[in-house]
């Protein structure tokens, strides 16, 4: 999000159709937030269509894979205990890199919008027929997106709106800052225990940060 918003320019994060190429992971990409996510940016007329395409296994690197070594091999040179230190890896192991940490109540709050999803790695023959592609289209109103996923075979199969039935309520937000303050979660003693444990085992220089975090 914050790439689409902040990084690339209008022309592709204004684009009518948006062609979006990934890995097919469904730990990291194929999984129902990412499909939220872009269901959302079609809602509030980012886009009219986006199609959202899977790279087959064994495809030969790119530029984001290019990346991504980088960081790998920065990380192994680093003593990275919290999100700072993950950050702070990320941003200095090249000058493409930017790391960018996530509110997950911001995806959490999805749920009570959307319907649940099939799970993909369950379809039968999925990995001699994977998916290739995936389509987010908005209606002709403009209120309802239509989502079908392509095999590789060319077998199509429609989802139809992924919103619960009878849905009314505004569509979500895409904006971070409209994310509301959730209270935070009480650590129970045995949690409380355990974190004492791993802060113990972290070097002093950096366990001030990591009580704190652990706190906030």
């Keep these: 999000h914050q790439y689409m918003e902040n990084i690339v320019d209008k022309s592709i994060s204004r684009a009518d ?3 979006l190429w990934t890995d097919s ?9 990412v499909m939220w996510y872009l269901a959302l940016r079609v809602l509030h007329g980012y886009h009219k269509q986006i199609k ?10 790119n530029s984001c894979d290019q990346c991504f070594g980088m960081i790998r091999t920065k990380e192994k040179r680093s003593n990275n205990c919290t999100l700072r230190d993950v950050k702070h890896c990320i941003d200095t192991s090249a000058v493409a890199n930017e790391g960018v940490v996530a509110h997950i109540e911001w995806f959490k709050s999805w749920k009570t919008y959307f319907d649940g999803l099939p799970c993909l790695r369950k ?5 001699k027929n994977p998916i290739v592609e995936i389509n987010f289209k908005r209606s002709r ?3 309802r997106v239509r989502v079908q996923w392509r095999m590789v075979d060319g077998t199509v199969v ?7 039935n009878n849905m009314t309520d505004e569509v979500p ?6 994310v509301p303050n959730l209270p935070v979660p009480v650590i129970s003693a ?9 802060a113990s085992r972290i070097p002093e220089d950096k366990r001030a940060f990591f009580l704190n975090y652990r706190n906030d």
């Design 190 to 198: 045995a949690r409380q225990k355990k974190l004492d444990e791993i």
């Design 25 to 33: 992971t469904s730990t990291q990409n194929r999984n129902r937030f």
């Design 52 to 61: 959202w395409r899977f790279m087959i296994v064994g495809h030969t690197k």
């Design 158 to 164: 429609v989802k139809g709106d992924i919103r619960k």
């Design 123 to 127: 379809f039968e023959g999925i990995k």
């Design 141 to 143: 109103g403009g209120s």
């Design 17 to 19: 159709t948006l062609n």
């Design 173 to 178: 937000s895409l904006n971070l800052d409209d």
